[in-house]
């Protein structure tokens, strides 16, 4: 548990360096934030790309995995709806209820507590030491769909505020192609796999994402083809070929170097996960975040509507919003009943927990959208509170595990069970 103390340390120190950072860096913020973004994703890539040569599906058995997406679907859509309601019914007057520019804001701005943080867990798993066990195989399928259903969700959203437009059906069917490529390729390609070359398919592949997305930005500043990062490095780490002589069924063991690089790698993405979260001043005034994703398009209703509040009232709704948003992802819990035991399911959920990027991400876009004001600093601030609590999701993690597997030697339970 060392290095996990070691990345919440290190996740809470880049949380602490992005409020402070507008201000020390003035004018040079935005671009700042433009390299934070993108070394970001490189580490996340990194990270994503090991997890998908890990990767092994049953081909015989197929269903099993649209269970798997529901159950996934289902922990993204509880937290999202539980908050959307939450922001409605009791932040905002009853008298703005039924207006419908409200709603839309508040839909896009609660999608925050929708993904789980893939990046995020797996380090946190790994360096528990738990990547052997079933709850990080079960885990790293839940929070891949998870974070797909997020980002097929998002672009109904983005209709909303701006209508139809040809760029977001481009993004359904590049999502499409990738996974019918890790489907068809699964680890049938001979690829370079130490640990320079995943870092430099990790570079790459994001240079490809960001010039996609700035060439997009030139056609409509509004709607970019922004590609998340974390589907297509799963994909590449799929269709990589195992070692000769590699088990699939056993996880796999990096030598020293590659250990070592792995560390700093998941250590360098704590800090900037945490750096990639949006100051409370933009979140307060809504009309643009850091990184520019076009101009304001919507009326800024719960910018208008909603009460200004003391900082007793925010932190209140920050603790109610963060219990409801993490009670959404229980869902888990009640499944696979046969697979595990009650520890182990919940030891999954809890899992699902920990946020990072990709809800920093959605705050982020929310904010280039006008949305701001007191809703999306108590988003925020949820945000930032479960990546705070994150070491202590992990531990509890693992005495849930110790738990399940002092179960089973005392005969309590059937050793098969997971």
Sequence with gaps: ???????????????????????????????????????????????????????????????????????????????????????????????????????????????????????????????AGLAATWVFRKARILAIFDDLDTVLLMIPLKMAMVGFRWQLAVIVLIMVVQLIIAYRFLHAWKLPSSWKAILGY????????EIIHHVSMKVDQNVPIHIEVLLPAFVIGCVMRHPDGHDPSAHHHPDPAEARANTWISGTFMVLVGLSMPAIADTMRGGGGPEGLGQTVTEGALLAVTPSMDWGTIAFHVLIVTLIANLGKMFPALCYRKEATWQERLAVAVGMWPRGEVGAGVLVISLSYGIGGPVVVIAMLSLALNLILTGAFIWWVKRLLASADRAKANGLVPASTA
């Design 1 to 127: 548990m060392k290095k996990v103390l070691i990345y919440s340390l290190l996740l809470l120190l880049g949380l602490i360096g992005s409020q402070f950072l507008p201000a020390l860096a003035g004018d040079h913020y935005k671009t700042i934030f433009q390299f934070v973004l993108p070394l970001t994703m490189i580490c996340l890539a990194y990270i994503m790309i090991n997890v998908g040569r890990e990767f092994e599906i049953d081909k015989s058995n197929l269903r099993q995995y649209g269970w798997d997406y529901v159950v996934g679907a289902t922990a993204a859509a509880f937290p999202w709806i539980f908050c959307c309601l939450y922001f409605i019914f009791v932040l905002i007057p009853s008298d703005h209820w039924d207006a419908w520019p409200v709603w839309k804001e508040s839909l896009l701005a609660s999608r925050f507590a929708a993904p789980t943080s893939a990046g995020v867990l797996f380090s946190m798993l790994a360096a």
């Design 202 to 209: 990790s570079c790459i592949l994001v240079l490809i994402v």
